[in-house]
């Protein structure tokens, strides 16, 4: 399926990229919101199986893969996030749409929700809830921009593993291989680094989300056809608080894939068929 590399500037100035899939279709666009340190590649596989059908645009938010990284680090946080997503929306002449939202990019998607509802139709949120593992985030604080330098691929990978290997069990060596190579990219010596700007881990230890009360956000889904995608391993989404979260919206759809933690690749058999049904729905 045909997909465009594409370019658009922030309300303050900074060049932001995304990936464009397919081509028109007179169908809801779906937007595909990455990780804290993840980018839009990660959503290759799940893109390319819905572009057939839908519009599928996957951003990278400022400071990570092809966007450009912010002088102001201060400047990594949600809200930021959800004015660059609405600022492409206008750009492409995007009134609604449905989102994906893995980790930060389910923060972002609700946030959006919260701000501006008319403009979300449908939300999926990949391991993520208005209240974080407090496990998880302290392990996620010990390690974002801070992990040492590698010499070269193998030693990405063997960084990466140590880093998710408990969260991902059971890849094989060609797995770990793409998934690397979606996180990280040769400099111009040819060496390859985190492909994101080191000071989004300041950020997150220093900076406030300048959000709400998330559960009062969260409630803003009430009314918003909502699919959660919960990874059984999960330190950061735990068992306690889907249950919280059902309780509060008890229409939540709930998806539970085994043998995964924090956070499931959306290309499980599970996961893409929930998708295809949450968004069949939709339309």
Same mark, same amino acid.
């Given at each position: 399926?045909?997909?465009?590399?594409?370019?658009?500037?922030?309300?303050?100035?900074?060049?932001?990229?995304?990936?464009?899939?397919?081509?028109?279709?007179?169908?809801l666009?779906?937007?595909?919101?990455p990780?804290?340190?993840?980018?839009?590649?990660?959503?290759?596989d799940?893109?390319?199986?819905?572009?057939?059908?839908y519009?599928?645009?996957?951003?990278?938010?400022?400071?990570?893969?092809?966007?450009?990284?912010?002088?102001?680090?201060?400047?990594?946080?949600?809200?930021?996030?959800?004015k660059?997503?609405?600022?492409?929306?206008?750009?492409?002449a995007?009134?609604?749409?449905?989102?994906?939202?893995?980790?930060l990019g389910?923060?972002?998607?609700? /946030? =959006?929700?919260?701000?501006? %509802?008319?403009? *979300?139709?449908g939300?999926?949120l990949?391991?993520?809830g208005? @209240? #974080?593992?407090a496990?998880?985030?302290?392990?996620?604080?010990?390690?974002?921009?801070?992990?040492?330098?590698?010499?070269?691929?193998?030693?990405?990978?063997?960084?990466a593993?140590?880093?998710?290997?408990?969260?991902?069990?059971?890849?094989?060596?060609k797995?770990?291989q793409?998934?690397?190579?979606?996180?990280?990219?040769?400099?111009?010596?040819g060496v390859?680094?985190?492909?994101?700007?080191?000071?989004?881990?300041?950020?997150?230890?220093?900076?406030?989300?300048?959000?709400?009360d998330?559960?009062?956000i969260?409630? /803003? =889904?009430?009314n918003?056809? %909502?699919?959660? *995608?919960?990874?059984a391993?999960?330190?950061?989404?735990?068992? @306690? #608080?889907?249950?919280k979260m059902?309780?509060?919206?008890?229409?939540l759809?709930?998806?539970?894939?085994?043998?995964?933690?924090?956070?499931?690749?959306?290309?499980?058999?599970?996961?893409?068929?929930?998708?295809?049904?949450?968004?069949?729905?939709?339309?």
């Open positions: 399926m045909p997909v465009s590399a594409c370019y658009y500037d922030s309300e303050d100035g900074l060049r932001l990229f995304y990936r464009y899939y397919g081509s028109e279709h007179p169908t666009p779906v937007f595909c919101l990780g804290i340190t993840r980018n839009s590649r990660d959503f290759e799940i893109a390319d199986h819905l572009a057939d059908r519009p599928v645009i996957c951003p990278d938010f400022r400071g990570r893969g092809f966007s450009e990284r912010d002088p102001q680090w201060q400047n990594y946080q949600p809200m930021t996030y959800v660059d997503v609405q600022r492409l929306m206008d750009e492409l995007i009134p609604r749409a449905a989102f994906i939202g893995t980790s389910g923060i972002v998607s609700t /946030a =959006l929700v919260h701000l501006a %509802t008319e403009r *979300v139709a939300v999926i990949n391991d993520i208005p @209240e #974080i593992g496990k998880g985030l302290e392990r996620i604080k010990t390690y974002i921009g801070r992990v040492p330098p590698v010499k070269n691929w193998d030693e990405a990978i063997a960084q593993q140590s880093l998710y290997g408990d969260a991902w069990p059971g890849l094989t060596d797995q770990w793409h998934l690397v190579r979606r996180s990280y990219r040769e400099n111009e010596k390859p680094v985190l492909d994101m700007d080191p000071q989004i881990g300041e950020a997150a230890r220093k900076v406030t989300t300048s959000l709400d998330p559960w009062k969260y409630e /803003a =889904l009430e918003i056809p %909502t699919m959660v *995608v919960h990874g391993l999960s330190d950061i989404l735990t068992d @306690e #608080i889907v249950e059902q309780k509060h919206k008890p229409d759809q709930h998806v539970l894939v085994k043998n995964r933690g924090h956070v499931p690749l959306l290309d499980e058999p599970e996961c893409v068929a929930a998708i295809d049904k949450f968004l069949e729905d939709l339309n």
